[in-house]
Structures are given as structure tokens and as C-alpha cells.
């Protein structure tokens, strides 16, 4: 099954960056989709951005668009989400998952392997 492992949240002022990493161990996520989602307390998991291992394809939510951005290292099989000009409505717990070899979705339900999340807090 493999196992991902966040790490990099914080409290943060508004308008700083925070860089999240991901580490996958246990098997190789080579090829799979990855993506990165978020839950705010009382409110359902969100998407926040995705990649398609094969050519690097990328999907965003409309909220993070041109703040946040994904990225891979495979060398490393770690994921990243460098997150800019952060806001208060960014706090969350931030969860990475993998889908396997298909198609970029921003639905949770279609993914299967997911890490424990790490804390993102960001004051004003």
C-alpha cells in the first residue's frame, strides 16, 4: 500500500510562504497522481492541487490558483505544495494522497493511499 508522510506546516503570518513536502515510502508512487487536499475545522475536505507524475500535468483549486504550486522530486519520491501570499481562509490541515496511474480528480473519493496531515495556520 506505501505510506506518505507530511511535513513543513506552521503558523505563519498572512502574506508569507510555507513549503509543504510529502515523502513516500514503502513503494514507489512513480506514475501515480498525487494531490494535495485540505479540511478547515467544521468544514468537509477540500481539493488543493494535483499532479499527474507522467508529463507533469498540473490541476488547481480557482482559491490557490497562481498562489500555490505542486510539484515532484523523484529522486526523492517527494511532493511538494509551495504555498505564497498565504491568507487566513488558507488555514487547514493539509493531507497528501495518491491515486495510481489515472487521470488527475479533485475528488477525495478517488484516492486511495493518504498521509496524516500537517497543521497549516495562518494569522492576520
Known amino acids: 500500500q506505501g505510506q506518505l508522510v507530511e511535513s513543513g506546516g506552521g503558523l505563519v503570518q498572512a502574506g508569507t510562504s510555507l513549503r509543504l513536502s510529502c515523502v513516500a515510502s514503502g513503494r514507489t508512487f512513480t506514475s501515480n497522481t498525487m494531490g494535495w487536499f485540505r479540511q478547515a475545522p467544521e468544514k468537509e475536505r477540500e481539493f488543493v492541487a494535483a499532479?499527474?507524475?507522467?508529463?507533469?500535468?498540473?490541476k488547481y483549486a480557482d482559491s490557490v490558483q497562481g498562489r500555490f504550486t505542486i510539484s515532484r522530486d523523484d529522486a526523492k519520491n517527494t511532493l511538494y505544495l509551495q504555498m505564497n501570499s498565504l491568507k487566513p481562509d488558507d488555514t487547514a490541515v493539509y493531507y497528501c494522497?495518491?491515486?495510481?496511474?489515472?487521470?488527475?480528480?479533485?475528488?477525495?473519493?478517488?484516492?486511495?493511499?493518504w498521509g496524516q496531515g500537517t497543521q497549516v495556520t495562518v494569522s492576520s
Open positions: 494522497a495518491a491515486r495510481g496511474a489515472r487521470p488527475i480528480t479533485d475528488q477525495a473519493t478517488g484516492y486511495t493511499t
Open positions: 499532479i499527474r507524475w507522467i508529463g507533469g500535468v498540473t
